[in-house]
């Protein structure tokens, strides 16, 4: 770059391509380090894994409560069950 140019512009700094390739390379490298360092911190995040369980939990739940009601077998609804070996004898 010649002297007469800096003097004329000399508000303004030129760079050749080479700088400008490697600052932009850096800025790059930097950036996809970044990315990735995020996606290593979401993926050992237990929020996913908390989120589907407490997903499971509910479906099940639901499950539960939209299912007829199972009773022991032998004993009619409203009954007590009744054990022999406390009956009296009269």
């Known amino acids: 770059m010649s002297k007469s140019y800096t003097m004329k512009y000399h508000g303004r700094v030129t760079y050749d391509a080479d700088v400008l390739k490697m ?10 380090e970044q990315l990735q360092k995020e996606d290593m911190r979401i ?10 369980e407490w997903a499971r939990q509910l479906e099940r739940r639901n499950q539960m409560l939209q299912s007829p ?3 022991p077998r032998g004993a009619p609804l409203g009954t007590p069950a009744l054990r022999t070996g406390d009956q009296l004898a009269a």
């Open 23 to 32: 600052f932009w390379e850096k800025k790059i490298k930097l950036h996809t």
């Open 43 to 52: 993926r050992r995040s237990a929020l996913d894994r908390l989120r589907d």
């Open 69 to 71: 009601r199972r009773h």
